[in-house]
């Protein structure tokens, strides 16, 4: 079996990224970050020892130069671990999940060069930065404490996750570096601002949950198909650049757009496909679905609910109307200026 055979599997599923888009979806971050603070700073020393490297490790499979073999997968999760040093002999891991530990260090893994997939979740950790892990693929730090995104240059890394920790800007995020990044998931944190999500190979972006207030900087995010921006503060749609060209979903379900005017400044989204408005002001307006349609011609589904072809031929037609109306008041501007003809 293959590196790649075997990362498949631990892949999550794309079902599970965007479980935002059920309305059940009923999420407790916040109850597991006031639990996560309700605990105790000082904990018992629990090192990772070698029995519980013998009971956690699994997956045999040959070392790099084929000659050999070693086990590949690691799993200690729930183990009160607070070091893992050891980690640092056991150089041809490929797969390791130290989740629901009480580590504050993990630079031991800064000698697993083989390394493609990592679970960190669950633990006190003040930052991901780790050394340039050459074959990282997907790395997760999920409720953590960590603060920041600097540090994090892993060349073959596809998927992030950051969520449900204390990341108010994002900082140290190199596009030359993050070649392959496509996957980032931020919901949960405190962002003010989404300057400095900087990385032109993202697809998918979750950001819901945060402090949000407008959308800035994304506009040379060309290949992002899926954006979450659920349960923030967002009262204006500008912000979303042509340069987001591929965008065709996008969720802001939560917020705090009131002027159905504003869905204007997303007609120059040429994929956008589907949008989530929910709960925000501008849906409680009686023309709210048809108003959207008008302003945004490309739309096939706005919230649960796909428009029908007598939606599309009514919105064609106000947009027609709109469109002669603008013409004749330009014409009637015009003769204005230029005034009565002379004899």
Not at 107 to 135: C, I, V
Not at 310 to 333: L, V
Request: negative net charge; hydrophobic residues 35%; charged residues 30%.
């Amino acid at each position: 079996m293959s590196d790649e055979d075997d990362l498949e599997d631990f892949e999550p599923d794309q079902d599970d990224l965007e479980r935002e888009d059920d309305e059940k979806d009923t999420e407790d971050w916040e109850d597991d970050r006031k639990e996560e603070e309700d605990l105790s700073e000082e904990w018992m020393p629990t090192p990772l020892t070698e029995d519980m490297m013998k009971e956690g490790l699994s997956l045999l499979c040959k070392t790099g130069n084929g000659l050999a073999h070693a086990y590949v997968k690691l799993e200690v999760k729930e183990r009160e671990l607070t070091d893992i040093q050891l980690l640092r002999s056991y150089i041809h891991l490929r797969y390791v999940d130290i989740s629901e530990n009480h580590l504050t260090d993990v630079s031991a893994l800064n000698h697993l060069t083989h390394l493609l997939w990592l679970k960190a979740d669950g633990n006190r950790l003040r930052s991901a930065q780790l050394n340039e892990l050459p074959y990282l693929q997907i790395a997760s730090f999920a409720y953590n404490q960590i603060a920041d995104t600097e540090g994090i240059s892993h060349p073959r890394l596809g998927i992030l996750n950051l969520k449900g920790n204390h990341i108010r800007l994002v900082t140290g995020m190199d596009p030359e570096k993050l070649i392959s990044l496509h996957t980032l998931e931020l919901r949960g944190n405190q962002l003010e601002s989404t300057v400095g999500i900087n990385v032109p190979t993202l697809k998918n972006l979750f950001l819901a949950q945060n402090m949000l207030k407008k959308v800035e900087g994304l506009e040379h995010l060309k290949n992002l198909t899926t954006l979450h921006l659920r349960d923030n503060q967002i009262d204006t749609l500008s912000g979303f650049s042509e340069g987001m060209k591929s965008l065709q979903y996008l969720n802001l379900r939560g917020n705090m757009v009131s002027n159905l005017q504003e869905l204007a400044k997303l007609q120059n989204l040429p994929k956008l496909r589907a949008l989530v408005l929910l709960d925000n002001p501008c849906t409680d307006e009686s023309d709210y679905r048809q108003e959207a349609l008008v302003h945004i011609p490309q739309l096939e589904r706005l919230d649960k609910e796909f428009f029908e072809e007598e939606d599309r031929a009514e919105a064609n037609e106000i947009r027609q109307r709109m469109k002669e109306e603008q013409e004749q008041e330009q014409d009637a501007e015009t003769e204005q200026d230029i005034g009565p003809d002379q004899p």
